[in-house]
């Protein structure tokens, strides 16, 4: 790409950035995250809205010291959807049990265009032992 390609692509990104248009479709979920314009206000979003929740949720939840040695800084978005539900998750979200039972299906934004690999964990950090009457972490599946 050239200097003045990469200039027409920046001033065009910042036209449908200040477009209404593109925060109602944003809003109504009508938006193509494959779509540089919208993939800019979706991570805009996951940066002021779920990242600190998620900070919030794992602080509260006790998951740094527990399952992790440090706090954490996510660089993607995580979302998860169970069947028969019309729940999607995000970070820090409550399962409730019984939907625990099914595989969700997962979106995942990255945020960038190049390939990456993940290890996915689902872990219950306190699932009841019944039989020694304590909590312990339990591993649901590793992908």
Same mark, same amino acid.
């Given at each position: 790409?050239?200097?003045?390609?990469?200039?027409?692509?920046?001033?065009?990104?910042?036209?449908?950035?200040?477009?209404?248009?593109?925060?109602? !479709?944003?809003?109504?979920?009508?938006?193509? /995250?494959?779509? #540089?314009?919208?993939?800019?206000?979706? +991570?805009? @979003?996951?940066?002021?809205?779920?990242?600190?929740?998620?900070?919030?949720?794992?602080?509260?939840?006790?998951?740094?010291?527990?399952?992790?040695?440090?706090?954490?800084?996510?660089?993607?978005?995580?979302?998860?959807?169970?069947?028969?539900?019309?729940?999607?998750?995000?970070?820090? !979200?409550?399962?409730?049990?019984?939907?625990? /039972?099914?595989? #969700?299906?997962?979106?995942?934004?990255? +945020?960038? @265009?190049?390939?990456?690999?993940?290890?996915?964990?689902?872990?219950?950090?306190?699932?009841?032992?019944?039989?020694?009457?304590?909590?312990?972490?339990?591993?649901?599946?590793?992908?």
């Amino acid at each position: 790409m050239t200097l003045d390609s990469i200039s027409q692509t920046l001033v065009d990104l910042e036209l449908k950035l200040s477009d209404p248009e593109t925060f109602l !479709h944003f809003k109504n979920q009508e938006a193509d /995250l494959s779509e #540089p314009h919208y993939a800019v206000l979706h +991570h805009r @979003k996951w940066l002021k809205e779920s990242v600190p929740l998620l900070m919030k949720m794992s602080q509260k939840s006790k998951i740094v010291g527990d399952a992790f040695p440090h706090p954490i800084h996510p660089d993607l978005h995580l979302q998860l959807n169970f069947s028969n539900t019309n729940w999607l998750g995000a970070h820090g !979200h409550d399962i409730p049990p019984n939907w625990a /039972l099914y595989s #969700p299906s997962l979106i995942i934004h990255t +945020h960038e @265009k190049k390939t990456r690999h993940f290890t996915l964990l689902m872990t219950d950090l306190d699932a009841p032992n019944v039989k020694e009457k304590k909590y312990q972490e339990w591993c649901h599946w590793l992908v």
